[in-house]
Every structure is written in structure tokens, then in C-alpha cells.
């Protein structure tokens, strides 16, 4: 049994041998390009329901075929890649593409189905909760949608006017409405590699990494900010005592799919239950300290630069890769033991369940060292201890052995980069972890820190970082007093630091942002965190 949307619809097309149920498989023959792609794409979402979203920086590919008329469109859905391919035609400037075509047939349960894409048109309506919606419905009065062809890009001629997917005559999920096709000309910034030297990246507070930075005169480049993208790099310009990281710089074409482009954004994190994050033309301003040979920023925190698809201005928190909050940079220095861990006392952090014999902690575990620095994390391990016991990771030792899945061996240092997904796992950051733990008979539970210099064969550690799991309370083996000191209402300044984002200490006037932090009378400290520009 066959189930056909023109049996359904009743749509009367002549001329076409694409409704004839003809299905192009194989690239046709012809001049094949890629174009970087923008629409405003629909698709079904992970609740079933159909979605909608500018989508940007996707690669779209078209044969033009040698005759000069014929022309190709490879997946015409921005968001299904299934090899479909239909075909239009060009003649004065104008590409037009004629519907129904057939992109597939498919079977289940003995019904075969067709699969079409069809131009649709839009028609609005109240639900029933007195919202206004949107449905797409096929076109009764035209079949054909039109591009226009000029200066190296294809453009939808009109606009709210889907090239849809169709099937039972009725839409199902997947359309690009608003399509442009761009031939894209830009070139991504080189390093200068031999005069490229190491320095640290640190960005999102809790996480660092190494990277290359070259400073050629008054230019700088920056690679290797994103491990994704390693050969991706960026160029900025010192301008007396800052340097200037201009916004919509082109990184290259990713894994023969997509443009990415280094935006800043303005972050909008409480209007929605997912941060969104807008692009918007302005450029990222550094204080350039020769001195500590620095950069560090003078935006608000809300600016945030960002990797993501495209570089049209707007909310596209979907096209957003990754994110670089608080990013600044610190010329490499002689490597010294790691960073102390801390605990994620606003996530709650710890868990214990004594019926269950079982708990975990949350904490971090900066890969940097205490001069700032970016620890390679392939070197980088950390290590639970119950009270001045090292908690050894054994999964035989644990009454729920499914947590420590792929530890092959009991181990008492783990590996920076071990995940599980399971009882070991990245939590909140990536220098965040959760670790579930079998033995409860302790007072404290502590975090350290372990770094094997690979090019020195010397291993240093960090302190302990102790939590009192009754009271909260943080300490440091050696110290008496956790690091999250308050001023108490009658002690008296004594003196007040100011550090850049490194540890580095400075003078007031240093420029950026920089953490403030008094001492009172009475011990306590407190830490604030300023921009001075």
C-alpha cells in the first residue's frame, strides 16, 4: 500500500517529472560548491514538537550543471542531512525551483509512505490557550519558489515562504524560510609561528589553558583558545596600554560543515532557563601591562566573546559553541604547584546517604598553577582524602561498582581528564567535578591537587582543601582558617591588594579587572572584584 501526497493534497502539477517520482541520489554531474548558509530553519525538537530558529554558518552545497540552465541543491533542509539533492533552474539571474519533488520513499508496517519538499505557506490561528501560532500549510495557488542569483550569492526572493518537508500532505517539522546562500571570500588570521611563544588563557574562573600568542609589532595573534578548533586563530591590535580584539573575525570552515567566527556577545542568563547570548558589533577592550606581559579585560561582565556559527547579529544562543567569560591572557612562566582546589558550596556540594552506605562531593580543581599558569591536564591529577587518608578508587571496594566504571585499576590519584559519566564526572564547570565515595567514617573530606611536570619529571602538589561536611566550614592543611573570611562590624582596615585576575599583585591604578582584597584588625580579609578602566 502507498500512501501519496499528491493523491492526498489534490495538487495538479504539469511539466514536472519530479512528481512523476523521480529521486536524485547521486551528485549530479556539473561545477560543485559550498556556500555558507543562513535561514531561518525549522525542525522537530527532542519534545516532538516542531521548533524554529535562525540557523547560520552551515555549509550548502550546489552544481551548477554545464549546460548553464540545470542547477542542484544538495539537503535543502538546514536542519537533515540525508544526501537529498532537487533540482532547479537558472535562467536570466533567477533560480527557480519547481514542487513537489521526491526525495524518498520509506516503508513500516507494510505502508510506504513519500517524502516531498513543497513549497508552504504560513497561516496563523489561536490556540487553545489564546495564543497566536503558526502552521504551514502546502501552497494552493503556486508551486515554485525563486532565488535570485548575483554577485556570488543565491537568495530566497521571497520572504515567509517555506521550502518544506511533506508527507500524507501535510507538513512534518523540517522548512528553511528567508534562505541565503553566500560565497564566502574571508581569510582566517595565521599565526606567525616562529615568533609565537607560550602563554596561559584563563576564562570562566575556574579553567585555563596553554595557548600561542605572537606579538608582531603592534599585531597580536592568538591560537589555540579553543581545543576544537586548534589551528583557529585570532588577531588583535596593541594600541598604547591596551590591545583591541576586534568582534566577527572568520576562524576557518569546522569539520567541512560549518563557519565559525569569534563574536562578542551580550549575555542575558535569567530571562530564559538558558543563558542567551546576542551578538553585537562592538569590539573587546584589554589593558596590555608590558610589564607581567598581560592581557586583561575591561569589559563588564556581560560582554562575553564567543565561538559560534555565522556572525549574524541577533540572539542565537543555538549557533553559540562556546563561551569565554572573564577571558584574559598571561604570558607562561616558571610552572609551580598547582592551584589549591576548592568546593562548590552553591551547588551543593555534598551528599551522604548512610542507609545506602554511599555520598559525593563537588568541588574544582583548577588546572593552573600558583603563578597562573595552565597546567597541561594530560599531567594533572587530583586525590580525595577522609580525614589525612587518601580514598582509594576501587571498584571493588564499592557497593555500587557501576560508579567506578572504567577505573581498570584501584587508583589514589585521578586523572584530570577521567570522566565516567557516571560516580566520576565533570559538574558545573570544566575544572568542576562529582565524585560519589563508599566510606563514610570520617570527620573531614578533602581535595588536592597533583601536577607531574612532564618536561622537568618534578611532581608538586597543592594544599588539602578540608570541608566539614557539618558546618560547612573550609580549611587548608597548615592554615587554621578557611580562605572565605568576612570583616567582623568592629575590626579596622589594616591594609588593602589589589591582584590581577593571575594572582599577580598591582598597583591601584592597574587597569582591568582586578580583585581588591582587605585585611581588618581582627585577621579576616574580604575580596572584591572591580573593573578599573
Same mark, same amino acid.
Given at each position: 500500500?502507498?500512501?501519496?501526497?499528491?493523491?492526498?493534497?489534490?495538487?495538479?502539477?504539469?511539466?514536472?517529472?519530479?512528481?512523476?517520482?523521480?529521486?536524485?541520489?547521486?551528485?549530479?554531474?556539473?561545477?560543485?560548491?559550498?556556500?555558507?548558509?543562513?535561514?531561518?530553519?525549522?525542525?522537530?525538537?527532542?519534545?516532538?514538537?516542531?521548533?524554529?530558529?535562525?540557523?547560520?554558518? +552551515?555549509?550548502?552545497?550546489?552544481?551548477?550543471?554545464?549546460?548553464?540552465?540545470?542547477?542542484?541543491?544538495?539537503?535543502?533542509?538546514?536542519?537533515?542531512?540525508?544526501?537529498?539533492?532537487?533540482?532547479?533552474?537558472?535562467?536570466?539571474?533567477?533560480?527557480?525551483?519547481?514542487?513537489?519533488?521526491?526525495?524518498?520513499?520509506?516503508?513500516?508496517?507494510?505502508?510506504?509512505?513519500?517524502?516531498?519538499?513543497?513549497?508552504?505557506?504560513?497561516?496563523?490561528? *489561536?490556540?487553545?490557550?489564546?495564543?497566536?501560532?503558526?502552521?504551514? %500549510?502546502?501552497?494552493?495557488?503556486?508551486?515554485?519558489?525563486?532565488?535570485?542569483?548575483?554577485?556570488?550569492?543565491?537568495?530566497?526572493?521571497?520572504?515567509?515562504?517555506?521550502?518544506?518537508?511533506?508527507?500524507?500532505?501535510?507538513?512534518?517539522?523540517?522548512?528553511?524560510?528567508?534562505?541565503?546562500?553566500?560565497?564566502?571570500?574571508?581569510?582566517?588570521?595565521?599565526?606567525?609561528?616562529?615568533?609565537?611563544?607560550?602563554?596561559?588563557?584563563?576564562?570562566?574562573?575556574?579553567?585555563?589553558?596553554?595557548?600561542?600568542?605572537?606579538?608582531?609589532?603592534?599585531?597580536?595573534?592568538?591560537?589555540?583558545?579553543? #581545543?576544537? @578548533?586548534?589551528?583557529?586563530?585570532?588577531?588583535?591590535?596593541?594600541?598604547?596600554?591596551?590591545?583591541?580584539? #576586534?568582534?566577527?573575525?572568520?576562524?576557518?570552515?569546522?569539520?567541512?560543515?560549518?563557519?565559525?567566527?569569534?563574536?562578542?556577545?551580550?549575555?542575558?542568563?535569567?530571562?530564559?532557563?538558558?543563558? @542567551?547570548?546576542?551578538?553585537?558589533?562592538?569590539?573587546?577592550?584589554?589593558?596590555?601591562?608590558?610589564?607581567?606581559?598581560?592581557? *586583561?579585560?575591561?569589559?563588564?561582565?556581560?560582554?562575553?566573546?564567543?565561538?559560534?556559527?555565522?556572525?549574524?547579529?541577533?540572539?542565537?544562543?543555538?549557533?553559540?559553541?562556546?563561551?569565554?567569560?572573564?577571558?584574559? +591572557?598571561?604570558?607562561?612562566?616558571?610552572?609551580?604547584?598547582?592551584?589549591?582546589?576548592?568546593?562548590?558550596?552553591?551547588?551543593?556540594?555534598?551528599?551522604?546517604? #548512610?542507609?545506602?552506605?554511599?555520598?559525593?562531593?563537588? +568541588?574544582?580543581?583548577?588546572?593552573?598553577?600558583?603563578?597562573?599558569?595552565?597546567?597541561?591536564?594530560?599531567? +594533572?591529577?587530583?586525590?580525595?582524602?577522609?580525614?589525612?587518608?587518601?580514598?582509594?578508587?576501587? #571498584?571493588?571496594?564499592?557497593?555500587?561498582?557501576? @560508579?567506578?566504571?572504567?577505573?581498570?585499576?584501584?587508583? *589514589?590519584?585521578?586523572?584530570?581528564?577521567?570522566?565516567?559519566?557516571?560516580?566520576?564526572?565533570?559538574?558545573?564547570?570544566?575544572?568542576?567535578?562529582?565524585?560519589?565515595?563508599?566510606? %563514610?567514617?570520617?570527620?573531614?573530606?578533602?581535595?588536592?591537587?597533583?601536577?607531574?611536570?612532564?618536561?622537568?619529571?618534578?611532581?608538586?602538589?597543592?594544599?588539602?582543601?578540608?570541608?566539614?561536611?557539618?558546618?560547612?566550614?573550609?580549611?587548608?592543611?597548615?592554615?587554621?582558617?578557611?580562605?572565605?573570611?568576612?570583616?567582623?562590624?568592629?575590626? @579596622?582596615?589594616?591594609?588593602?591588594?589589589?591582584?590581577?585576575?593571575?594572582?599577580?599583585?598591582?598597583?591601584?591604578?592597574?587597569?582591568?579587572?582586578?580583585?581588591?582584597?582587605?585585611?581588618?584588625?581582627?585577621?579576616?580579609?574580604?575580596? *572584591?572584584?572591580?573593573?578599573?578602566?
Amino acid at each position: 500500500m502507498k500512501k501519496s501526497l499528491l493523491a492526498l493534497a489534490g495538487i495538479m502539477v504539469t511539466g514536472s517529472a519530479f512528481a512523476a517520482g523521480e529521486i536524485i541520489t547521486e551528485q549530479p554531474e556539473g561545477t560543485l560548491r559550498t556556500f555558507h548558509g543562513y535561514s531561518h530553519a525549522y525542525y522537530v525538537s527532542s519534545w516532538g514538537y516542531t521548533a524554529h530558529e535562525d540557523h547560520d554558518g +552551515f555549509a550548502r552545497q550546489v552544481v551548477f550543471a554545464d549546460n548553464g540552465v540545470d542547477v542542484y541543491f544538495k539537503d535543502p533542509f538546514s536542519k537533515m542531512t540525508k544526501n537529498f539533492w532537487i533540482k532547479g533552474t537558472l535562467k536570466d539571474g533567477i533560480i527557480t525551483v519547481e514542487t513537489p519533488q521526491l526525495l524518498e520513499v520509506t516503508e513500516k508496517d507494510g505502508v510506504e509512505t513519500e517524502w516531498f519538499v513543497q513549497r508552504l505557506k504560513p497561516e496563523t490561528y *489561536t490556540d487553545d490557550w489564546g495564543d497566536l501560532r503558526t502552521k504551514w %500549510l502546502i501552497d494552493d495557488e503556486t508551486t515554485v519558489i525563486t532565488y535570485k542569483y548575483e554577485d556570488n550569492c543565491i537568495i530566497q526572493t521571497e520572504e515567509d515562504v517555506m521550502l518544506g518537508l511533506v508527507a500524507d500532505g501535510e507538513h512534518q517539522f523540517y522548512g528553511d524560510v528567508n534562505v541565503v546562500y553566500t560565497g564566502l571570500n574571508e581569510k582566517a588570521a595565521q599565526l606567525p609561528e616562529d615568533i609565537a611563544e607560550a602563554w596561559t588563557m584563563r576564562y570562566k574562573t575556574t579553567y585555563a589553558q596553554k595557548i600561542q600568542i605572537a606579538i608582531d609589532d603592534d599585531d597580536v595573534f592568538i591560537r589555540g583558545f579553543w #581545543p576544537d @578548533q586548534p589551528a583557529a586563530c585570532i588577531k588583535g591590535k596593541i594600541e598604547g596600554d591596551k590591545m583591541i580584539l #576586534p568582534t566577527a573575525q572568520y576562524l576557518g570552515f569546522m569539520n567541512d560543515a560549518y563557519y565559525t567566527y569569534f563574536m562578542v556577545t551580550s549575555v542575558d542568563r535569567y530571562s530564559s532557563w538558558v543563558p @542567551q547570548y546576542t551578538t553585537i558589533p562592538e569590539n573587546l577592550e584589554f589593558a596590555f601591562d608590558k610589564d607581567n606581559m598581560s592581557f *586583561t579585560p575591561l569589559f563588564d561582565e556581560e560582554i562575553v566573546p564567543v565561538v559560534r556559527y555565522g556572525k549574524t547579529i541577533g540572539v542565537l544562543s543555538a549557533n553559540t559553541l562556546v563561551t569565554f567569560e572573564n577571558m584574559s +591572557f598571561k604570558q607562561q612562566s616558571e610552572i609551580g604547584a598547582p592551584e589549591d582546589p576548592s568546593f562548590q558550596i552553591d551547588n551543593d556540594c555534598f551528599g551522604l546517604y #548512610p542507609d545506602y552506605n554511599w555520598g559525593y562531593i563537588r +568541588f574544582n580543581v583548577p588546572n593552573l598553577d600558583v603563578n597562573g599558569n595552565a597546567l597541561d591536564t594530560e599531567n +594533572f591529577y587530583y586525590s580525595i582524602y577522609l580525614d589525612e587518608e587518601v580514598l582509594v578508587i576501587d #571498584p571493588e571496594d564499592a557497593n555500587y561498582p557501576e @560508579q567506578y566504571k572504567d577505573v581498570e585499576a584501584p587508583m *589514589t590519584e585521578i586523572p584530570f581528564n577521567f570522566d565516567n559519566k557516571n560516580g566520576i564526572t565533570q559538574s558545573s564547570s570544566m575544572a568542576g567535578r562529582y565524585l560519589q565515595f563508599f566510606h %563514610l567514617d570520617f570527620d573531614e573530606i578533602g581535595v588536592q591537587s597533583i601536577y607531574k611536570n612532564p618536561e622537568t619529571g618534578v611532581e608538586s602538589r597543592s594544599r588539602i582543601a578540608y570541608l566539614n561536611p557539618e558546618t560547612m566550614e573550609v580549611r587548608y592543611a597548615g592554615i587554621e582558617n578557611g580562605i572565605d573570611s568576612v570583616e567582623s562590624d568592629n575590626a @579596622q582596615v589594616t591594609g588593602v591588594n589589589v591582584y590581577d585576575l593571575f594572582g599577580n599583585k598591582v598597583s591601584a591604578s592597574h587597569k582591568g579587572i582586578v580583585i581588591e582584597v582587605v585585611r581588618y584588625t581582627d585577621g579576616t580579609t574580604k575580596s *572584591t572584584k572591580k573593573v578599573i578602566r
